[in-house]
């Protein structure tokens, strides 16, 4: 019986924390309703769903002292989605997207991982976000 209250004192303050935006992008409940997710190894990733509300996390592997350029294009018919990428607390990118939206975003890989937060607020939609690596190599003409 103790447990059972004090898991619900736990579950009451994670609640409220999120509820004052004290904790961010913790979602309640976590919803996904048809969502489809394409993972093309290292480089791709495509999401479409009907119904997402939650935090969804993808892990892609860079080469240090690199420069990538992350390209998107982020389909919202309802609600917002966020795209943030990460390494640990630094941020790269972050955006939310309320609106259908294309673009892309250039960096230079000082780790060989980064993290790519897909956060969803009972969103209807998709996205897809590829990572591409640009040549700094000289093209040799003969």
């Known amino acids: 019986m103790e447990f059972i209250i004090g898991l619900l004192i ?7 924390l999120q509820k004052k935006g004290i904790v961010k992008h913790l979602k ?13 190894m290292n480089r ?8 997402f509300n939650g935090i969804e996390d993808y892990l892609f592997f860079t080469k ?3 420069p990538y350029t992350l390209n998107y294009d982020v389909k919202v018919q309802a609600g917002s989605l966020i795209l ?5 607390k630094e941020v ?6 309320t609106q259908d939206e294309q673009g892309s975003f250039s960096f230079t890989a ?6 790519l937060f897909v956060i969803g607020t009972y ?20």
């Open 10 to 16: 736990l579950f009451g303050v994670v609640y409220f």
């Open 28 to 40: 309640f409940p976590t919803v996904h309703n048809n969502i489809v997710i394409k993972r093309d």
């Open 44 to 51: 791709k990733l495509t999401m479409s769903y009907k119904t």
């Open 64 to 66: 240090q002292a690199r």
């Open 84 to 88: 943030k990428c990460a390494k640990g």
């Open 92 to 97: 790269l990118f972050e955006k939310e997207f």
């Open 110 to 115: 000082k780790h060989n991982r980064y993290h």
């Open 123 to 142: 969103t209807q939609g998709g996205c897809d976000v590829t990572f591409i690596p640009q040549s700094t190599e000289a093209i040799n003409e003969l």
